[in-house]
């Protein structure tokens, strides 16, 4: 399974950026999904998460009411809508897969079984 994330960049505080996952290697469907990410000197935390067919998501707090993760399995893609940016949201954004049969979605990163390289979203003030 390869994943790769693409929609990262500079914005300022209040914009909006669409992060993208694209996979391939196996049968997308079968796959939770996550978003991660991680700051600078902090360590990888959960921000959203969705089910196989899409219709369960799952929000880190800090991101509720801002984020949205959405699937495409037709696309094999999984996008996460980040609307209202804070400097604190500042960090490399990870999508990873989880292929555990009967699996739902975990804010454990363990749990997932591969990763994309990331890609850098930085907010500023």
């Known amino acids: 399974v390869q994943l790769v994330e693409s929609g990262g960049g500079l914005v300022q505080a209040g914009d909006s950026l669409r992060l993208s996952c694209a996979a391939s290697g196996r049968t997308f469907s079968n796959y939770v999904i996550g978003w991660f990410r991680q700051a600078p000197g902090k360590g990888r935390e959960f921000v959203a998460g969705?089910?196989?067919?899409?219709?369960?998501?799952y929000y880190a707090e800090p991101v509720k009411g801002r984020f949205t993760i959405s699937r495409d399995n037709a696309k094999n893609s999984v996008y996460l809508q980040m609307n209202s940016l804070k400097p604190e949201d500042t960090a490399v954004y990870y999508c990873?897969?989880?292929?555990?049969?009967?699996?739902?979605?975990?804010?454990?990163?363990?749990?997932?079984?591969?990763w994309g390289q990331g890609t850098l979203v930085t907010v500023s003030s």
């Open positions: 990873a897969a989880d292929l555990r049969v009967g699996s739902v979605v975990t804010v454990n990163s363990r749990s997932y079984d591969y």
């Open positions: 969705v089910s196989k067919s899409g219709g369960n998501t």
